[in-house]
């Protein structure tokens, strides 16, 4: 399964998570916040151009980074593919779950 934004925007949202998407190689990295808005990872230096979108790094990406209440899990390309499949087959978050419950 491909990596695409549009979904990695949805699971953070939904799992209310935090995630960084970085090219080791380069240093480029875009994150997606709890509330799906990407923005960059790092600060860009003042007058840079940018000359790379959240999509172009996403398609290169080999680690990504995901912080959920404080704790901290970096993944590789092939098990961010499978963490998104296993979360886009049953949507709904835990907290959600726990919520229908009460």
Do not use: C, H
Not at 11 to 27: D, P
């Amino acid at each position: 399964m491909s990596l695409q934004l549009i979904n990695l925007r949805k699971i953070a949202i939904q799992k209310e998570l935090e995630i960084t998407f970085k090219e080791k190689s380069s240093g480029r990295s875009w994150k997606i916040a709890r509330d799906g808005v990407i923005k960059f990872a790092f600060p860009k230096p003042w007058g840079d151009p940018l000359d790379y979108s959240p999509e172009q790094v996403l398609d290169s990406a080999d680690e990504f980074n995901l912080v959920v209440e404080g704790r901290q899990q970096v993944l590789g390309r092939k098990e961010m593919e499978e963490f998104v499949a296993d979360a886009l087959k049953s949507p709904q978050s835990a907290k959600t779950s726990d919520e229908d419950r009460e």
